[in-house]
Nanobody, 125 residues
């Protein structure tokens, strides 16, 4: 399993931007699809975005499409989530995750085996 560490969360005003990073410590990282999830208090974990190992294919939840961009730098073993035009409803703990089938990109939580510890994103004025 991959070891994943998120960073980049914080407090931002509505309309602002943040970039989250997910760093992995494994030479096999380049073979894995990676996804971002988020979980707000009292809500189920939601799949936000996923990127294939090559970076050539991405998916987004409708709630973030056009505002969030997922990307990866395989030379740095890192996946990014650029979040623009943030809204209060984006407030959540954000997690990155690697799937059980490393080649399979999904936004369904039970298909993922490795998770980071999460980073808090708060959008508030």
């Amino acid at each position: 399993q991959l070891q994943l560490v998120e960073s980049g969360g914080g407090l931002v005003q509505p309309g602002g931007s943040l970039r989250l990073s997910c760093a992995a410590s494994a030479f096999t990282f380049n073979y894995y699809a990676i996804a971002w999830f988020r979980q707000a208090p009292g809500k189920e974990r939601e799949g936000v975005s996923c990127i294939m190992s090559s970076g050539g294919s991405t998916t987004y939840a409708d709630s973030v499409k056009g505002r969030f961009t997922i990307s990866r730098d395989n030379a740095k073993n890192t996946v990014y989530l650029q979040m623009n035009s943030l809204k209060p409803e984006d407030t959540a703990v954000y997690y990155c995750a690697a799937p059980k089938d490393k080649y399979f990109c999904s936004r369904v939580a039970n298909q993922f085996a490795s998770w980071g510890q999460g980073t808090q994103v708060t959008v508030s004025s």
